[in-house]
């Protein structure tokens, strides 16, 4: 399902802060992020089933993530990766818009959310939607509906990593703490997206939990005024080995 948060050009002293949990089933073959051996520009995760990812960034300073847009009644199983999308815009030349023009006509995906952006420039594109938005600088959120649709999740997730940001000093843990909180929605400020109401009740909280599916890691993003970046991500997977992965570096 996933949710991210993430702060555009609106902080004193950092021009990207993005705090992100990816949900998924615990079986899914993933690889933890780390700068991809073909791409060596390219830091992310990877799906080793697809070959693509949910969330990267580039010594460059280009980052993408996405999101899957909840609507079973639409739902295609033979539809493509939605992961290739953020790996292919992160390995190539063009800016976001740019690249997202480039796609055309994503109808054949499954739904989503994407994120393409730079130090310049960051856009917002739906294929429910099917409009691209040029986003200026500001505090956004996206869970699994549009961007800052005001599900619980999206609100709770905004105001505590808001509150977080605004400290004189706030670390990654401290955007860790904020993305590790299970509280479930109350049933009457649940979604209805036509999943069954046990599914939308398990999903209704930041970080998932059940027996075969829920938040597999956590990523938290920093780009302070000198392009220096942090990239951290915490794994939470109960049938692997959890650890914490940091990398530094400077945009290029």
Same mark, same amino acid.
């Given at each position: 399902?996933?949710?991210?948060?993430?702060?555009?050009?609106?902080?004193?002293?950092?021009?990207?802060?993005?705090?992100?949990?990816?949900? #998924?089933?615990?079986?899914?073959? $993933? #690889?933890?992020?780390?700068?991809? $051996?073909?791409?060596?520009?390219? @830091?992310?995760?990877?799906?080793?089933?697809?070959?693509?990812?949910?969330?990267?960034?580039?010594?460059?300073?280009?980052?993408?993530?996405?999101?899957?847009?909840?609507?079973?009644?639409?739902?295609?199983?033979?539809?493509?990766?939605?992961?290739?999308?953020?790996?292919?815009? @992160?390995?190539?030349?063009?800016?976001? &818009?740019?690249?997202?023009?480039?796609?055309?006509?994503?109808?054949?995906? +499954?739904?989503?959310?994407?994120?393409?952006?730079?130090?310049?420039?960051?856009?917002?594109?739906? +294929?429910? #939607?099917?409009?691209?938005?040029?986003?200026?600088?500001?505090?956004?959120?996206?869970?699994?509906?549009?961007?800052?649709?005001?599900?619980?999740?999206?609100? $709770?997730?905004?105001?505590?990593?808001?509150?977080?940001?605004?400290?004189?000093?706030?670390?990654?843990?401290?955007?860790?703490?904020?993305?590790?909180?299970?509280?479930?929605?109350?049933?009457?400020?649940?979604?209805?997206?036509?999943?069954?109401? &046990?599914?939308?009740?398990? %999903?209704?909280?930041?970080?998932?939990?059940?027996?075969?599916?829920?938040?597999?890691?956590?990523?938290?993003?920093?780009?302070?005024?000198? +392009?220096?970046?942090?990239?951290?991500?915490?794994?939470?997977?109960?049938?692997?080995?959890?650890?914490? %992965?940091?990398? #530094?570096?400077? %945009?290029?």
């Amino acid at each position: 399902m996933c949710l991210n948060i993430f702060s555009y050009k609106s902080h004193p002293d950092y021009k990207l802060i993005i705090a992100a949990n990816r949900d #998924e089933f615990y079986a899914r073959k $993933t #690889e933890a992020a780390q700068f991809w $051996t073909d791409k060596p520009n390219l @830091l992310a995760g990877k799906d080793l089933e697809q070959g693509g990812t949910w969330l990267g960034i580039t010594k460059s300073g280009k980052f993408s993530f996405i999101t899957n847009y909840r609507d079973p009644r639409s739902f295609r199983k033979d539809a493509p990766s939605r992961g290739a999308l953020v790996s292919n815009y @992160l390995d190539g030349s063009a800016g976001p &818009e740019a690249y997202l023009k480039s796609l055309g006509d994503t109808q054949h995906y +499954n739904g989503f959310n994407l994120i393409a952006g730079d130090l310049n420039e960051v856009c917002y594109f739906s +294929n429910v #939607e099917n409009k691209i938005r040029k986003l200026q600088h500001g505090f956004y959120g996206v869970s699994n509906a549009f961007l800052d649709t005001p599900w619980k999740k999206l609100v $709770t997730g905004k105001h505590a990593v808001d509150a977080i940001i605004n400290l004189n000093n706030f670390s990654a843990e401290d955007l860790f703490d904020a993305l590790h909180n299970e509280q479930k929605a109350d049933d009457s400020e649940l979604p209805h997206t036509g999943v069954p109401y &046990e599914i939308e009740k398990l %999903v209704s909280s930041m970080f998932i939990k059940s027996e075969t599916y829920g938040t597999v890691c956590s990523t938290v993003v920093l780009i302070d005024n000198d +392009n220096r970046v942090q990239f951290f991500e915490r794994t939470h997977n109960p049938l692997k080995e959890n650890k914490t %992965v940091s990398f #530094e570096f400077v %945009v290029e």
